[in-house]
């Protein structure tokens, strides 16, 4: 009998947790992504900012897994599961496996609305991220040789719907470029002229923190420029702007840019998993899952990460975060090696380590296991989080560097925009 085959599906955190943890160890590993790279997606928001390169917060797979000798990768398309036959189905080919681990991760979620993902794109991958960076510094460029007053400001108007922490810290971002990076760059206007809106549905900011620090980033925001507008829901998005429901009346805002952070679903992959075993996505598209984060009645199929719906210990639904993805996908290959070895795995139990979210230079607030924290010392402890959990020394490196310079000098050396340059940009995330 051959070695135990275990297939990873997705290159994310929970896969490559999952695939370091497994490395070394008696079985054969096959990791699958339709991506050469590791994402770490916590940054993408500095990338679409121009604070970052994309190939900062990157780090190709095989590089990462080179040490791992039973660690095989393979960069394909995967379109299915055949879960009685134990195959992943490749749009050119598939591959059997005795264990699959499944990690896919999400997109944004427009709640019914896709249509208007070209003109508000949200924030998953590098290609999104460059597609934001380029939306924003063209609203100033084009600010610039605009002599008509109103349409002068709803270049230089920013709405970011979602008040979670990837919707604070592109607005925070933002500030920072209108009020420090682009200060003395323009003729025609002051960049600090700029109206930046952060809509949320809720009653606070930051909802998964304490108020008190929900208050406290509202705070820091408003000092950056940033305008925090709650209870707004947005019921329509046009190439000229954004309709929101504030009550009972709806209001208008004029805008050439709209970021969108209000939401995930998860990847096209959970629910060709669910209808392959037979069971049904909830609203969000995530599968749901035992306490062993394995697809029910398919002990050996694991769902993982954003695409499941996993429950903690107090039945509520884990959050779409990376510290929940790179735990379960070190369970996952603990629980495959204490099968192989006839030991009974213990369900998961998720160790919440606390919420971090920076708003700007100086300003970020920690709920860590209770104790609160604002200010410098979140904002230290916030870098020095990101940096330990960045893959690889040479993105630490460089990142760290990045950093340092941008501190010192309120410059973002990656504020480039690419692609037809001298064409507006179509804000599609396929760009």
Excluded at 337 to 364: C, E, K, M, V
Aim: net charge positive; hydrophobic share 45%; charged share 20%.
């Amino acid at each position: 009998m051959g070695q135990h085959r275990v297939v990873i599906v997705g290159g994310g955190f929970a896969g490559l947790a999952a695939a370091r943890a497994l490395g070394g160890e008696a079985v054969a590993v096959t990791l699958i992504d339709r991506r050469n790279f590791h994402l770490f997606q916590p940054l993408l928001y500095q990338v679409a900012t121009g604070g970052l390169s994309p190939a900062d917060i990157c780090a190709p797979i095989r590089t990462v897994l080179r040490r791992h000798k039973n660690v095989r990768t393979i960069l394909a398309e995967v379109t299915g599961f055949d879960l009685a036959g134990g195959r992943v189905l490749l749009a050119d080919g598939a591959v059997e496996y005795d264990s699959l681990i499944v990690a896919a991760g999400a997109r944004h979620h427009y709640f019914g609305n896709d249509s208007w993902e070209p003109l508000a794109p949200g924030l998953k991958s590098i290609e999104d991220a460059t597609a934001i960076r380029r939306k924003i510094l063209w609203a100033f460029e084009r600010a610039e040789r605009e002599p008509d007053p109103d349409q002068r400001r709803a270049w230089l108007t920013f709405v970011v719907v979602g008040g979670g922490p990837t919707g604070v810290e592109l607005a925070g971002a933002l500030g920072e470029i209108a009020n420090d990076t682009l200060r003395d760059d323009f003729r025609s206007f002051r960049p600090e002229e700029a109206r930046i809106l952060l809509l949320d549905a809720g009653e606070q900011i930051l909802s998964s923190f304490p108020a008190s620090l929900g208050a406290a980033a509202e705070r820091d925001l408003l000092r950056l420029g940033v305008r925090c507008l709650h209870q707004r829901s947005v019921t329509a998005v046009d190439a000229s702007g954004v309709s929101v429901r504030n009550g009972d009346r709806l209001d208008r805002i004029e805008t050439r840019t709209v970021i969108w952070a209000a939401g995930v679903k998860a990847s096209p992959l959970a629910a060709s998993l669910a209808a392959a075993a037979g069971l049904a996505v909830d609203r969000a598209g995530r599968i749901p899952v035992t306490a062993s984060c394995t697809v029910p009645e398919f002990p050996s199929v694991f769902a993982l990460g954003d695409m499941a719906a996993c429950a903690g210990d107090e039945g509520k639904l884990l959050p779409g975060t990376a510290p929940v993805a790179m735990q379960q996908g070190r369970y996952a290959a603990r629980v495959v090696l204490d099968r192989l070895a006839n030991r009974p795995p213990p369900p998961f139990r998720y160790q919440d380590r606390g919420n971090l979210a920076t708003i700007g230079r100086h300003s970020a607030v920690a709920d860590i296991r209770g104790h609160h924290a604002t200010g410098l010392l979140a904002w230290f402890l916030w870098l020095f989080i990101h940096l330990l959990f960045l893959v690889g020394f040479q993105n630490r490196l460089q990142v760290f560097l990045h950093w340092a310079f941008q501190y010192t000098t309120f410059n973002r050396n990656a504020r480039l925009i690419t692609t037809n340059a001298l064409n507006p940009p179509q804000c599609s995330a396929n760009e």
